[in-house]
């Protein structure tokens, strides 16, 4: 799995190689069209089984009832990287998933897509006390804004662990650079 979610995540669904999926899994081909009928299929598969990773193993650990944006947020991105440490070739090809037109996703796909994206959207906005943001702000404006340094942080941090062995890095330093740039944000935009 993790052979094929790396191939579709290097390369898309259109140029990806079941030819190198199975010589990356050290397996024969014959080994992958048992158990997957196509390329499709495998994709489909695969797709099922990254929404799930995203729904139980973080959507479902961040703390609803953090009334703070930010914190919230800080949380979530927390979560997020620990899930990503811990899988990362999933998260690489969900990104993938989200950037490209997938051919004939099925309607259970889809709407299991759709769902996770409303889920998604909860639990970063509901619930959140927009009181703690200064009076002359558009806090929708400002959400985007912090979610904006926030992904924009977790995507330098991310190229700069890249080809390193994560279970061997020190993440302290990062953390404490992260609540740096999460302290300016508070003071830029809360009260």
Do not use: C
Not at 66 to 79: L, N, S
Not at 107 to 117: G, K, M, P
Not at 141 to 167: H, P, T
């Amino acid at each position: 799995m993790d052979a094929a979610l790396a191939e579709f995540a290097e390369n898309g669904y259109d140029r990806a190689s079941t030819n190198r999926m199975v010589k990356a899994a050290g397996i024969g081909k014959g080994m992958l069209f048992y158990y997957f009928e196509s390329k499709k299929e495998l994709y489909h598969y695969l797709i099922d089984h990254a929404l799930g990773i995203v729904r139980d193993h973080y959507l479902s650990l961040i703390d609803k009832q953090e009334t703070d944006f930010i914190e919230r947020m800080k949380q979530a991105t927390k979560v997020k990287m620990a899930s990503f440490a811990e899988s990362p070739n999933v998260f690489n090809f969900l990104g993938t998933f989200f950037l490209e037109s997938v051919p004939d996703l099925p309607s259970h796909l889809q709407r299991q897509y759709e769902q996770l994206l409303v889920e998604g959207n909860a639990i970063m906005y509901e619930n959140i006390d927009k009181t703690l943001f200064r009076g002359d702000v558009d806090v929708d404006k400002v959400f985007k804004l912090i979610q904006w340094a926030m992904d924009g942080y977790q995507n330098e941090v991310i190229g700069r662990l890249k080809d390193q062995k994560l279970s061997d890095v020190d993440f302290d330093p990062y953390w404490a650079e992260f609540y740096a740039y999460l302290d300016i944000l508070k003071k830029s935009f809360y009260n």
